[in-house]
């Protein structure tokens, strides 16, 4: 079982930057492959970014790649978003999500546990 917590959120200014944590429970937590998705008003959730155990593999959703970073520490048991360059049609509340083994997927189904969210909301 593993329990997540998502900090960091806020309101900024379009082109402002903020970074998102993600805090996990569990002594396993380098096992598992972690994602950050995201869900507006209205809309389905949506994924954002994914990094594989190890740090060493990443995905980005075209609509974030090249603003978004993704990192994990594994000695803190934290996962981070690091989100510069923002733009209004980022605003939405964000999941941090974590799936069991080593593959990495873009997937929203493929994750087995989900924290609260965090809400980012982008002024323009």
């Known amino acids: 079982q593993v329990q997540l917590v998502e900090s960091g959120g806020g309101l900024v200014q379009a082109g402002g930057s903020l970074r998102l944590s993600c805090a996990a429970s569990g002594r396993t937590f380098s096992s598992y492959a972690m994602g950050w998705f995201r869900q507006a008003p209205g809309r389905e959730r949506e994924f954002v970014a994914a990094?594989?155990?190890?740090?060493?593999?990443?995905y980005y959703s075209d609509s974030v790649k090249g603003r978004f970073t993704i990192s994990r520490d594994n000695a803190k048991t934290t996962v981070y978003l690091q989100m510069n360059s923002l733009k209004p049609e980022d605003t939405a509340v964000y999941y941090c999500?974590?799936?069991?083994?080593?593959?990495?997927?873009?997937?929203?189904?493929?994750?087995?546990?989900w924290g609260q969210g965090t809400q980012v909301t982008v002024s323009s």
């Open positions: 990094i594989s155990w190890s740090g060493g593999v990443t």
């Open positions: 999500a974590a799936r069991r083994g080593m593959v990495v997927t873009t997937t929203r189904n493929g994750y087995d546990y």
